[in-house]
Nanobody
Framework: QVQLVESGGRLVRAGGSLSLSCAAS????????MGWFRQAPGKEREFVAS????????YYGDYMKGRFTISRDNVKDTMYLQMDNVKPDDTAVYYC?????????????????WGQGTQVTVSS
C-alpha cells in the first residue's frame, strides 16, 4: 500500500514556473508507476503525466508536452512535476497517484492510490 501527499501548489502568474512534489510512504513506491492528474472546477479529471517505476519512461497529456516534466527519486520516495510557462488553463487541483500495474498508465482507472491534491492557480 502507498500513502501519497502532494505539495508545492500555489498562485503563480502566467508564464511562470512551479514545481510540485508527491511524497510517498509505504513499501511499494519503488515498484509503482506514478502519475499526475488534475481537475479544474466543473471539469472531469484530466491526465497530466506518468512515469514508469524505474523512471525510464514518461508519458504526457497532449496539452502538457514541452511545458511539464515528470520525474521521480526512488531513494527519496518522491515524485515531481516541473511546470514551466504555465497558463491560466493550468489552474486546477493536481493529484498524484500510484499504480500497481502498467508501465506509464494514462487512465485514472489504472491507479489504486491517490493523494489529497494540491491547488495550482495561474493568474493572467
Amino acid at each position: 500500500q502507498v500513502q501519497l501527499v502532494e505539495s508545492g501548489g500555489r498562485l503563480v502568474r502566467a508564464g511562470g514556473s512551479l514545481s510540485l512534489s508527491c511524497a510517498a510512504s509505504g513499501r511499494t513506491f519503488a515498484s509503482s508507476a506514478m502519475g499526475w492528474f488534475r481537475q479544474a472546477p466543473g471539469k472531469e479529471r484530466e491526465f497530466v503525466a506518468s512515469i514508469s517505476w524505474d523512471g525510464g519512461a514518461t508519458y504526457y497529456g497532449d496539452y502538457m508536452k514541452g511545458r511539464f516534466t515528470i520525474s521521480r527519486d526512488n531513494v527519496k520516495d518522491t515524485m515531481y512535476l516541473q511546470m514551466d510557462n504555465v497558463k491560466p488553463d493550468d489552474t486546477a487541483v493536481y493529484y498524484c497517484a500510484a499504480s500497481a500495474s502498467g508501465y506509464t498508465p494514462s487512465s485514472d482507472k489504472q491507479y489504486q492510490y491517490w493523494g489529497q491534491g494540491t491547488q495550482v492557480t495561474v493568474s493572467s
